[in-house]
C-alpha cells in the first residue's frame, strides 16, 4: 500500500504524526507533499493497488488533486482516505472520506514508535534534526476534557502514552537519528500533573532541549511544575490564552479567569527566558477594542504573544488557515479588515526565531537538498 501526505501549506518542519503511526502499523512508503513539496507529481511514479490519504482540513484540496490525478493514471487503483490513531494535530482535525480505512486502538504505549524513515522526506527531517534548526515533534498525549468553543479538541476523550513509553521514542531518536531538540505538540499536556513531573525526571538524562509548542493550561501550572520543567531542559512554554476579555472567557468555556492567566504567566517569566501566549481574534462575543485589549496586556506583560484568527466550524472544515502565509479573517464578530488589523499590529510581537528566522531556515534547506548539498 502506498500512503500519501498531502501538502497543508504550513508546519514544513513538523511530520505528519498520526501518518507516521498508521505508515508504521502498515509497514508502507509515505509520499509526504508537506515537507518536500517538489516534484508535486512524483507520487504518480509509484503505482500502486490500494493507496491512502491522509486528510486533515487544511490539506483537503490538495488531498482532492492527488486523487483525482492517481484515478486518471492508475483507474483500477483503490483510492480511499486514511484515519485513525490521531483527531487533531496541530489544532486541525483529520478528515475522513467516503471511502476510509480507520485504523482501531487507543493512543497509549501500545502503538509501534513512529518510524519516519518510511517518509520520503526523512534526509530533510533528519539533517534538520542533528542541525538542531527542526525541533522534534512528539505527542505525549491526545484529546482535552476541557470544552473550549473554538477548538477542534474540545470535549474529547483524553488519552495519554506512558511516561516511560514517551522517553523511549525521545531516546530512540537521539540515538537512532541524533536530534538535538524536541517539541510536544499535545492538545493539551499538563492535564495530568504527575505524568509530566514523572517525564521530566526520565528525559534530564538525556540533555536534550524541549518546549511545549501548543501551550499549556494556565490552570494547571505552579511553581514546582516549572521548575521540574526548566530542570529537565525546558526552554519555553506558552499558554492558550485566546482573549483577556472575561466575558469572551465565559463565552468560549474557556474553564479560567484572567487572575488564574496572569499568575501562570508570571511564574513561568521567573523561569524561562521566552514565554508564548496564544490569541485569538475574532472570538464569539469579541470586538475589535476587547481584541486591542488583548494585545495591550501582552505587550504590558512582554511576552511573545501569537495572535491567529477564529475559525468558524465551515470555515475550519473548508480548508481554511487560522495562522501563517494563507491566513484570512473569516469570523463575523466585527469587520474583516479590523481583524486583520489586529494581525498586522501584533506580528511585532512574535519571535524572531519562530518566524522569519525560522521560515528562511526551512526554505534554506529545502533549497539546499535539492541542490544535493545535503548529505
Known amino acids: 500500500m502506498l500512503l500519501i501526505n498531502p501538502d497543508s501549506r504550513v508546519n514544513k518542519d513538523i511530520p505528519n504524526i498520526g501518518l507516521a503511526y498508521i505508515a508504521t502499523y502498515l509497514g508502507a512508503k509515505v509520499i509526504d507533499l508537506n515537507t518536500k513539496n517538489w516534484p508535486r507529481k512524483r507520487f504518480l511514479a509509484y503505482k500502486s493497488d490500494s493507496v491512502g490519504i491522509s486528510v486533515q482540513s487544511r490539506s483537503y484540496q490538495d488531498a ?29 482535525p483529520y478528515l475522513k472520506l467516503a471511502d476510509d480505512m480507520h485504523i482501531q486502538g487507543e493512543f497509549s ?41 473554538y477548538c477542534a479538541a474540545r470535549d474529547s476523550k483524553w488519552q495519554a ?22 517539541s510536544i505538540i499535545d492538545d493539551c499536556f499538563n492535564i495530568d500533573r504527575e505524568r509530566v513531573m514523572e517525564l521530566c525526571d526520565l528525559i ?46 465565559n463565552m468560549i468555556k474557556k474553564g479560567e479567569d484572567m487572575d488564574t492567566i496572569a499568575l501562570a504567566v508570571d511564574t513561568a517569566k521567573k523561569y524561562f ?19 486591542l485589549s488583548s494585545l495591550r496586556w501582552a505587550e504590558g506583560k512582554h511576552i511573545n504573544a501569537f495572535f491567529s484568527y477564529y475559525l468558524p466550524f465551515k470555515a475550519l472544515m473548508e480548508g481554511s488557515l487560522f495562522y501563517g502565509p494563507g491566513a484570512k479573517a473569516r469570523s463575523q464578530e466585527y469587520p474583516s479588515r479590523l481583524q486583520e488589523k ?12 519562530s518566524n522569519a528566522w525560522r521560515l528562511r531556515s526551512i526554505l534554506d534547506s529545502i533549497k539546499k537538498f535539492y541542490q544535493g548539498s545535503i548529505a
Open 64 to 92: 482532492l488533486r492527488i486523487a483525482r490525478m492517481y484515478k486518471r493514471k492508475y483507474p483500477q487503483v483503490k483510492m480511499r482516505s486514511v484515519s485513525g490513531v490521531l483527531d487533531v494535530q496541530c489544532c486541525y
Open 342 to 353: 489586529i494581525y498586522i499590529l501584533t506580528k511585532s510581537m512574535r519571535p524572531k526565531e
Open 273 to 291: 527566558d521566552n514565554v508564548n501566549g496564544y490569541f485569538i481574534i475574532g472570538l464569539p462575543g469579541s470586538s475589535y477594542a476587547r481584541d
Open 109 to 149: 504505549d501500545y502503538l509501534s514508535i513512529p518510524d519516519y524513515e518510511l517518509f520520503d522526506s526523512f534526509e530533510l527531517f533528519r539533517t534538520n534534526w542533528q542541525k538542531n534548526i527542526w525541533r522534534y515533534a512528539i505527542m505525549t498525549s491526545k484529546g482535552c476534557p476541557y470544552q473550549c468553543l
Open 161 to 182: 502514552r506512558s511516561a516511560a513509553n514517551c522517553y523511549q521514542e525521545l531516546k530512540s531518536a537521539r540515538d537512532r537519528w541524533g536530534i538535538k531538540s524536541f
Open 204 to 249: 534530564k538524562p538525556l540533555k536534550l532541549s524541549w518546549s511545549c509548542a501548543n501551550g499549556l493550561r494556565a490552570d494547571r501550572f505552579d511553581e514546582s511544575l516549572a521548575k521540574e520543567m526548566k530542570d529537565a531542559g525546558c526552554d519555553y512554554v506558552g499558554f492558550g490564552i485566546e482573549s483577556t476579555d472575561p466575558q469572551v472567557l
